[in-house]
């Protein structure tokens, strides 16, 4: 199998700060060969550097969840602390994306600037994008992720259905689910973007969460995924 035939896959978006020209060059490289036009991040205007943003105090319409602002005290680690400016300006920068992909015609691939690609990452990817534009098809696959909650077997070896996970370093999005999440309250209640992910697509486990975003898109996962982190270290975790 070749590459994804550009008319299948509209666009390639690349969530990069402006200052992490080292990044833009890293995923320039693994995206030498890209099959569609590539968008990054860096080259829009918005509130996207957690090292620029004063999270009580974002432009408007943007606004923190105040959930999240509180210790949940759950025993969760990643729930039990208030986000981090640089979580909310990653939320921040895959709302931009998402805008953007739901204006697109297909399919859309959404990559940060660190991940590394497997070596049949555009065959594989090809099977994803035509089983998304058929009826009844997912309406995002997970290239990559953590799972932190049980799922089921995978279906057929190739995708399961994820169960609850972290991960928005690599992620196939179609129009309709673009939308989905743009509309949401994300934008006026910002959570970082790998608690977002999950809750569009199952009962979020946590409580508050699962009645502020419900569940709006169906997903499966690549199974054994297709991208992983570069180690350069986190720009959102400060």
Same mark, same amino acid.
């Given at each position: &199998?070749?590459?994804? *035939?550009?008319?299948?896959?509209?666009?390639?978006?690349?969530?990069?700060?402006?200052?992490?020209?080292?990044?833009?060059?890293?995923? !320039?490289?693994?995206?030498?060969?890209?099959?569609?036009?590539?968008?990054?991040?860096?080259?829009?205007?918005?509130?996207?550097?957690?090292?620029?943003?004063?999270?009580?105090?974002?432009? !408007?319409?943007?606004?923190?969840? !105040?959930?999240?602002?509180?210790?949940?005290?759950?025993?969760?680690?990643?729930?039990?602390?208030?986000?981090?400016?640089?979580?909310?300006?990653?939320?921040?920068?895959?709302?931009?994306?998402?805008?953007?992909?739901?204006?697109? $015609?297909?399919?859309?691939?959404?990559?940060?600037?660190?991940?590394?690609?497997?070596?049949?990452?555009?065959?594989?990817?090809?099977?994803?994008? $035509?089983?998304? *534009?058929?009826? +009844?098809?997912? *309406?995002?696959?997970?290239?990559?992720?953590?799972?932190? +909650?049980?799922?089921? !077997?995978?279906?057929?070896?190739?995708?399961?259905?994820? +169960?609850?996970?972290? +991960?928005?370093?690599?992620?196939?999005?179609?129009?309709?689910?673009?939308?989905?999440?743009?509309?949401?309250?994300?934008?006026?209640?910002?959570?970082?973007?790998?608690?977002?992910?999950?809750?569009?697509?199952?009962?979020?486990?946590?409580?508050?969460?699962? &009645?502020?975003?419900?569940?709006?898109?169906?997903?499966?996962?690549?199974?054994?995924?297709?991208?992983?982190? $570069?180690? &350069?270290?986190?720009?959102?975790?400060?």
């Amino acid at each position: &199998m070749g590459p994804i *035939e550009p008319s299948k896959l509209s666009a390639i978006y690349v969530i990069n700060l402006k200052r992490r020209n080292d990044r833009r060059e890293h995923i !320039e490289h693994v995206l030498h060969d890209a099959p569609a036009p590539i968008h990054f991040t860096s080259d829009w205007d918005g509130p996207f550097d957690g090292a620029e943003l004063d999270i009580d105090n974002l432009p !408007e319409p943007y606004s923190i969840y !105040e959930g999240w602002k509180l210790p949940f005290e759950s025993g969760q680690e990643y729930w039990d602390r208030p986000l981090f400016p640089g979580e909310a300006g990653c939320t921040l920068s895959h709302l931009a994306v998402w805008e953007h992909v739901s204006e697109q $015609a297909t399919t859309c691939l959404i990559l940060e600037d660190d991940v590394v690609l497997a070596e049949d990452f555009w065959s594989r990817s090809k099977s994803f994008v $035509a089983a998304m *534009e058929t009826n +009844g098809g997912p *309406e995002m696959i997970y290239l990559g992720r953590s799972l932190v +909650g049980p799922e089921p !077997e995978p279906k057929d070896g190739v995708v399961t259905e994820p +169960g609850y996970s972290y +991960g928005s370093f690599g992620y196939l999005l179609t129009p309709p689910a673009a939308r989905a999440f743009a509309h949401s309250d994300i934008a006026t209640h910002i959570i970082p973007a790998d608690e977002f992910l999950p809750a569009m697509y199952m009962d979020h486990p946590r409580p508050d969460i699962r &009645m502020l975003f419900p569940r709006a898109v169906t997903a499966f996962a690549a199974k054994p995924p297709l991208v992983s982190h $570069a180690e &350069m270290g986190s720009d959102s975790e400060s």
